[in-house]
């Protein structure tokens, strides 16, 4: 049978028999440190397993409960499954047993038992009032109606019972999703001699195999995975949902740190922004740009909050907010986190990551405000299309896809082309898929359509408008490929006509009115009676009496056509003449034979001025070839 593996983590106030419960429970000793064995108390997290009926395999974070060591505790409830909430029957509920629930809140942690320790020191009328004071405490939490379990780690009162309900409760959850990308928080750094560098933590999604390619966050660094122990067994994969330890081959302890995260390449981003939904806790509000620990997964960071909706967030209520980093951290949407105030150290307030890589918003910003609502509770298709949208004209990228959404590049490619189904543009040429949304494509088309429209009203003359002419009416920053594409989505929709160099309305034909057939007309007998002395342009236009840019357009169709040929700038000839010298060339000189411009003045009458070009002109059309300075008959 496949086992099923969940974490649970203890919650309590200190001395209350969280460690002692656990020991007894699965026979390790959670106080892996020597000063946490000699005082008697949990100062880091510890860690312990144990397999119950069913197949489900459960890993249990005993968390510290003292007051100093609430980050510790922080740290380890980060990623839990279901809570084992831990209260003395004889203390009942202390400060941290109502900081612990608290955070457990925060967290979202809606599934739990409670045991009551120590029941052996106190008669069963206490126990049963200690067990009345709980239920009050979780009345109208998610925890409201969790089992509630007397025990006693001395005489093992109640383990059986304990185990039983854990049993229940796990086993009607669902596995983790062990097809999606990696993501371990790292909650512990040691080296081990003959190994190397060894990193711990609870592996939340997908799966680690020896060998892989993982990526460390926030630094961005490249590290192999060497080996791998899952609750102190080696194995080839370990899989969401188990406590791991992951020896990665040829990193330095100094190069990684506890907070830090072990990812698939490319899966996250690390950021210094993080729009969230803010909660703040019924004795406790915040102002505008307050400075606060932000905590998530076994990371503390300190952070401004920059509330978007108002100025400040009153006790027991929500606002959305921008966390402001002073250090640049990776997480992704949906993930659950904790605030406490810089001084004193108190939890206030929690809440849940929306936009995880988000850039800095102005407090008051009424699009971002309606953004982040649509975003909460949104579908991966909805959050795909939300940030397509957002990201206008440049499309949204599968890489800044997969780091805003923490999913696959499968379930992308499955969204973009549903998204695609529903009017959106998917674009995979040769690069990375481009998602545009659909107002987008169609605000871009029209108005490719109307700079095409606005070319043939300005210059009916001309047979279209380059690309790079089209370009020029969009945004600079609208990548090639979507132009590409779009420009064929209108050729082939029939929208538009000819290619890339000429772009046009479909019913576009060049019609010349009654004073352009006039001009026409004058231009071709100008340069045919120029013969080969023909007229500059300047002197044309003064000739036919009209402006330069009446005239220009006229003999840029002509050119166009090839009834004039510019060979300069400011030198145009007939084409008929031009062909009729090609001819006479031909004519005169036998394959082979050479000439030089004297020859070739001497018979055509031409100035120097005017003899080179045309020369150069014979090279082109390879009637002749350059030797030096004359010219060979081909």
């Known amino acids: 049978m496949d086992k099923n593996y969940h974490i649970v983590g203890t919650a309590g106030h200190i001395d209350h028999g969280k460690s002692a419960l656990i020991r007894t429970l699965t026979g390790i000793d959670p106080d892996r440190l020597q000063e946490e064995q000699e005082r008697g108390i949990t100062i880091d997290i510890g860690f312990a397993h144990l397999e119950l009926d069913g197949g489900t395999r459960v890993g249990f974070i005993d968390v510290p409960g003292h007051e100093r060591f609430i980050k510790n505790m922080l740290a380890g409830i980060g990623g839990i499954d279901s809570v084992l909430l831990v209260v003395a029957a004889d203390e009942s509920i202390m400060p941290q047993t109502r900081e612990h629930l608290a955070i457990c809140e925060l967290l979202n942690i809606n599934s739990g038992i409670v045991a009551i320790t120590k029941c052996d020191l106190v008669d069963d009328e206490i126990a049963e009032l200690v067990e009345l004071e709980v239920r009050d405490l979780l009345a109208g939490s998610e925890l409201a109606n969790v089992p509630i379990v007397r025990t006693s780690a001395e005489t093992r009162d109640g383990l059986g019972e ?26 512990r750094v040691f080296t081990v001699h003959g190994f190397g560098t060894v990193v711990t933590g609870t592996l939340l999604s997908g799966r680690i195999n020896t060998g892989d390619k993982l990526e460390l966050l926030p630094r961005g660094t490249a590290v192999t995975v060497r080996g791998l122990q899952v609750y102190g067994e080696t ?34 981003s690390a950021t210094y922004m993080i729009d969230a939904r803010l909660h703040m806790l019924s004795d406790h509000s915040l102002k505008q740009l307050q400075r606060v620990r932000f905590h998530h997964g076994a990371t503390e960071i300190l952070c401004r909050v920059a509330i978007l909706e108002s100025e400040e967030i009153g006790a027991g209520s929500s606002e959305l907010v921008q966390l402001r980093l002073e250090t640049p951290y990776a997480c992704a949407p949906g993930d659950q986190f904790v605030v406490r105030r810089y001084s004193p150290m108190l939890t206030i307030g929690g809440g849940t990551v929306l936009d995880n890589l988000p850039s800095k918003h102005r407090p008051g910003d009424l699009k971002t405000i309606e953004l982040l609502k649509r975003l909460e509770g949104g579908t991966l298709k909805d959050r795909v299309a939300l940030l397509t949208a957002a990201s206008g004209s440049r499309g949204a990228e599968e890489v800044s896809n997969q780091h805003r959404t923490f999913s696959s590049t499968t379930h992308l490619r499955s969204v973009a082309n549903s998204l695609a189904d529903a009017g959106c543009l998917a674009i995979a040429q040769e690069t990375p898929l481009i998602v545009l949304d659909s107002e987008v494509v169609n605000t871009l088309e029209e108005t490719i359509v109307e700079a095409v ?22 945004p600079r920053h609208l990548p090639e490929a979507i132009l590409d594409v779009l420009l064929d989505r209108l050729v082939t929709a029939q929208r538009l006509g000819g290619g890339s160099n000429a772009l046009a309305m479909p019913e576009h034909n060049v019609t010349l009115s009654e004073p352009q057939e006039r001009i026409q007309a004058t231009l071709l007998a100008t340069y045919e009676e120029g013969g080969w002395s023909p007229p500059s342009i300047d002197n044309t236009w003064k000739q036919l009496r009209v402006t330069q840019a009446d005239g220009e357009e006229v003999l840029q169709l002509l050119l166009r056509q090839g009834e004039l040929v510019r060979l300069r700038e400011d030198l145009i ?62």
């Not at 994969?237 to 990684?256: E, M, P």
């Not at 429209?453 to 969009?474: F, I, Q, W």
């Not at 394959?591 to 082109?620: C, M």
């Open 162 to 187: 304990l185990k039983d309900q854990l049993a229940e409760i796990l086993g009607s959850f669902s596995p983790r999703p062990q097809d999606g990308l990696g993501r371990m928080p790292i909650d």
């Open 235 to 268: 194995v080839e994969s370990a899989v969401a949902g188990q406590r791991t330890a992951v020896n990665l081959q040829g990193l330095d302890t100094n190069a990684v740190e506890r907070g830090d995260l072990l990812v698939t390449p490319n899966a996250l």
């Open 453 to 474: 429209r606005k070319h043939h009203a300005e210059h009916p003359l001309m047979p279209g408008l380059s690309k790079s002419a089209v370009a020029a009416t969009l």
């Open 573 to 634: 000839f007939s084409a008929a003449r031009l062909d009729a010298l090609v001819h006479e060339v031909r004519t005169r000189y036998a394959p082979g034979v050479v000439f030089g411009v004297a020859d070739f003045k001497s018979w055509t009458g031409l100035s120097r001025k005017h003899a080179i070009p045309l020369l150069e002109y014979l090279d082109q059309r390879r009637v002749t070839r350059r030797q030096g300075d004359q010219r060979m008959r081909i």
